[in-house]
Structures are given as C-alpha cells and as structure tokens.
C-alpha cells in the first residue's frame, strides 16, 4: 500500500472537526491503519486512536499528532478549502478549519508509519503513534491519559513531535529548552447589578467595570514584568448585554495568559487576579468577580541531550543550515503530558509550509507579519509540496535516531 498523501491531506482539510468531536477524523485514521495492516485502539479521550508497531527488542519511541480543527471561517480561496461547520460547546453553530496545521500532522504521521512499517529490517523496538483530539482545548492528552493510554500502549522511552508553522517548506526550527510557553485560560465573570439604560445610576454597570478591567490589564505586562521577561495577558472574549437599553447583571471576560516556568505564571496569575478583584470594588460591585482557570498548559521543554541527537540526526539527513533556532514560541501545547506522565524526555520540533521565494520576497519586503498568514489566520494554508514530505522524512528520522538497530 502507498497512501496518496495529497488526496489524504486535502480530504482532512476539507473535513475538519472541533474538540473532542474528531469522529470522522478518527475514522479516516483507522481507515489507513488498517490498511497498513497495525492493531489500533480507538476511543482514547473520546475520539484519540492509538496504534503500534512492535519489532522485536529495543526502545519505545511515541510519536504524536494532534486533530481537530478550529472555529475559523476559512478565506484562502483554494479549491478545497472547508465550507465545514459545527457545534461549539456553548451550542453555537460555527464555522470550522484546519487553521492551524493538524490536517498536515495527521498526514505526515500516518506516512511515517507506513515507511516505518516497509522498512522493519532497518531497525528494532517499538513504534507507538498517537492522534490526539483536542489539541486546541488543552485538554487532549491529558484526556488520552485519562483514559489509559499509557496502559493501552507501551509505555515510551522518549515522546516525539512536531508542528506546522510559517516557515520555508523545508526548513526546521527546534531548541533545547523551553520550545513553547506555559499557558491558562481563564474565564472571568464580573457580577454588576442590572437595569433600566435610562438610570445607570441605579445600576453596577459591568460593561464599564469590564472595559476599565480590560486596558487595566494591559499594564500587567506593559508595566510590572521586567521587560527581559516573557509574558503575555490576552483578553479574547468579552461579553455582557442583549439590548442598547438595557445595563446587564453581568459581563464575562475569556483570557489567554503565557509565561516561560511556574515562576512566571504564579505571578502574573497573582497580578491579573488582583487587577480583577480591585477593578470590581472601585466599581462598587456587592459580589467578588468569578475566576475560573478553564485549561492550565505547561511549558514545553525539549530534552537538551536529545535534542542535540536530533539536530545533527536532521542536518545529516537534509543538510547543514536545514536546522533553525526559532526561539521560544509564545504559544503552547499539551504534548508534553505524555512524556510528564511517564517521566521521560521529549522532543517537539516545527517544520515549514510557507513557499520558500514567497517567505524570502516578505522578508525582503519587510512585511513577514502582513504577508505570511500564521497559525489560527483564514488565510492560513501551507504549500503541500515539500512540506508534506518534509514533515514525513522529519518523523521517520527522528524516530530511527532512538529506535534500535537490528539484531
């Protein structure tokens, strides 16, 4: 069997899936694994899969790949771009994409194991592939967890990733240390008192104590982190009110909070809390805001020692100047709960999709950030060729650097 990885590819593009509700997602994995002939288990974390390939004595490598889509309406214009929609869990209808590169994850993991499973006389141990749903959440693989996939599956000797992201096609950026941010999602409820448009002066009105806690906020990073530190407060969601008069009971903020280590969070936690609670009583409020932590992501650090390993493995495959630091990103992922919880190192890299002459002309022009569409953009939509193959060879040697060699 060769899977054709452009048909696969563009089939998951058109067909993406919110959190937890990757069920097609699964089917289309399980389709391929067992036409590869592996044994999977399915159902992990609701709709995660599993499978291994077991050959003979030797290390356990687990390699991940993360599913589910975005609540995004998809603007590249491309022939198969997704017109999907789907069900948010506050039961909004929404429009869905792979804004953010999962589909190409799915893909180049899946040719992975069918060129480790071709080729088993070149190496010994054991192979464990895991789909992830709810990468976008946080909570997938802890939901994977949950549910024993570290029971399910032999359990590794080292966890392995990667991610999609604006560079060159072609090009990969990994770094030992911290790869990607820790990171919370916090939902705040600021709780006013309601009424007439006419008589705000009979009111608490969270709209405005909503607004002043907002830019309050923005000081947090702005004036009291060092500024050799990283730290990042987003507020993207504010709601509050159905009609021009009525004053609302009560508005609800949706943050993203990033920092680098524990340190970092306990304190910018701290300082938006303290933010939250003094802009509800300079607004006079009888009831203490509401804050509820809806995720709580680590910082993914890359094992220094294996990283290294994989470096020279990659530059020996693709060639010297392949290899980038991209520095730490500002983002996060939940990969590394599954080397946390089995106590082993872990190594997430990130590979290119942007055509090469494209990216050189933006940073030529000065204008990466204006004419380079990132994670999570409607116009976000990697070049299938090399990126596809680039994210297949990356995995394959990868895994052959910790894999054994044949008795």
């Known amino acids: ?18 959190s937890f509700q990757e069920t097609r997602t699964a089917g289309v994995i399980t389709r391929e694994l067992a036409a590869l002939g592996l044994e999977y288990t399915e159902g992990l974390g609701k709709t995660g899969v599993a499978t291994i390939i077991r050959n003979g004595e030797g290390p ?13 309406p998809e603007q590249t214009g491309l022939a198969y771009a997704s017109t999907a929609r789907g069900t948010d869990p506050a039961g909004n209808d929404v429009p869905v994409m792979h804004a953010c590169g999962h589909d190409m994850h799915v893909t180049a993991l899946l040719d992975a194991l069918e060129r480790l499973s071709a080729t088993t006389e070149e190496w010994s141990g054991t192979v464990v592939a895991v789909f992830q749903p709810a990468e976008e959440y946080g909570a997938g693989a802890q939901a994977m967890i949950a549910d024993g996939v570290l029971d399910a ?5 080292i966890v392995l990733g990667q991610h999609l992201t604006p560079l060159p096609a072609g090009v990969i950026g990994v770094r030992p240390g911290t790869q990607m941010a820790a990171s919370d999602g916090l939902t705040v ?72 280590d524990d340190d970092a969070r306990a304190d910018v936690l701290g300082r938006v809390e303290r933010i939250v609670r003094a802009e509800a009583q300079a607004s006079g409020a009888d009831e203490e805001p509401v804050i509820t932590v809806d995720h709580s992501l680590p910082p993914t ?34 990969v590394s ?32 950030n204006e004419d380079i569409p990132t994670n999570h953009s409607p116009f976000f939509a990697p070049v299938l060729h090399p990126t596809i193959e680039r994210g297949v060879d990356a995995l394959v040697v990868a895994a052959r650097e910790f894999l054994g060699d044949p008795a």
């Open 1 to 18: 069997m060769t899977i054709d990885l452009e048909a696969l590819y563009i089939d998951l593009h058109r067909h993406p899936e919110l």
């Open 60 to 72: 356990v490598v687990w390699l991940r790949a993360d599913m589910d889509g975005l609540p995004v």
């Open 153 to 157: 599956c032999p359990r590794p000797d």
């Open 189 to 260: 409820k600021l709780l006013g008192r309601g009424g007439h448009g006419s008589r705000p002066h009979a009111t608490i009105d969270p709209i405005v104590m909503a607004a002043a806690t907002v830019m309050r906020l923005q000081t947090v990073v702005s004036r009291e982190i060092d500024p050799r530190e990283m730290a990042v407060v987003t507020v993207g969601s504010l709601h509050a009110g159905l009609k021009n008069n009525i004053i609302p009971a009560e508005a609800t903020l949706e943050l993203s909070l990033r920092y680098p």
């Open 301 to 334: 650090i890359n094992d220094a020692a294996a990283t290294a390993r994989i470096t020279a493995a990659f530059d020996r495959a693709f060639g010297a100047g392949t290899v980038i630091d991209p520095g730490m990103f500002t983002g996060s992922e939940d």
């Open 337 to 368: 709960w599954f080397a946390r919880e089995a106590g082993v190192p872990l190594v997430f890299w990130f590979w290119g999709g942007v055509d090469p002459q494209t990216y050189a002309a933006a940073v030529e022009r000065g204008t990466l």
